[in-house]
């Protein structure tokens, strides 16, 4: 299965500013994902990132907040803007992995916590 | 949309036990159905995943029976062992085209020596 590399993998940041996450996989993928996992909950989508095009985003979720940027098919980036405390979740990057079993494969997590 | 709900959101049982898990999905098109294990500190594992096509798939200990006309899925692990603890969730999506993954709101499974 695909390889993904997220970093960081935790940091702790002011309220106000601002922290991009990257995602690196080993492998071509058409399809990737962001998630937010708030303390002790399920995962929600946040957007779909396609390679040159511009994410698709879910509902309660918008571009200001979390602007993506999808510069090839193995990386992306997602930018939590003007972090509140309310954003301190994990962020978790995935694809549609069709290298071995198909399936969704997850990184590691970026555990951000906002003070 | 697709709803997925997910039970017990606890369970604990002894080494050697079985363990349950229980999800039901609302959308009938929904085609594929994934089961997601979470260490603490870590992302989801993909562990076993069954398409609609099928009504059992196994893997060792684990196994997965879907159930299309009732739309409800289940997760049965034998013989737990204490490094099977971790938080499952189960998910649901269409598989041809991209349809989101939608999540269970998670099992956290504890399984004592």
């Known amino acids: 299965s695909a390889v993904i590399s997220q970093k960081p993998s935790r940091d702790i940041c002011q309220r106000g500013t601002s922290l991009t996450i990257q995602c690196q996989v080993d492998?071509?993928?058409?399809?990737m994902f962001w998630y937010r996992q708030q303390p002790g909950q399920s995962l929600t989508l946040i957007a779909t990132?396609?390679?040159?095009?511009?994410?698709?985003?879910e509902s309660g979720f918008v571009i200001d907040k979390f602007p993506i940027s999808r510069p090839n098919l193995t990386f992306s980036t997602l930018t939590v803007s003007n972090m509140s405390p309310e954003d301190s979740s994990i962020y978790l990057c995935s694809v549609e992995d069709w290298t071995g079993n198909y399936g969704y494969t997850f990184g590691s997590g970026t555990r951000l916590t906002v003070v | 949309g697709e709803n997925v709900e997910q039970h017990p959101s606890t369970l604990s049982v002894q080494e050697g036990d079985s363990a349950v898990i229980k999800c039901t999905y609302s959308d009938s098109a929904s085609n594929y159905f994934p089961w997601y294990k979470q260490e603490l500190g870590k992302g989801p594992q993909l562990i076993i995943d069954i398409r609609s096509n099928v009504g059992e798939k196994k893997d060792q200990r684990i196994a997965v029976t879907l159930n299309k006309t009732a739309k409800h899925f289940s997760l049965h692990i034998t013989e737990t062992q204490p490094e099977d603890s971790a938080v499952y969730f189960c998910?649901?999506?269409?598989?041809?085209?991209?349809?989101?993954?939608?999540f269970g709101t998670g099992t956290r499974l504890l399984v004592s020596p």
């Open positions: 998910a649901a999506s269409m598989r041809t085209g991209f349809q989101k993954l939608v």
């Open positions: 990132a396609n390679q040159g095009s511009e994410a698709t985003y």
């Open positions: 492998s071509q993928v058409t399809m």
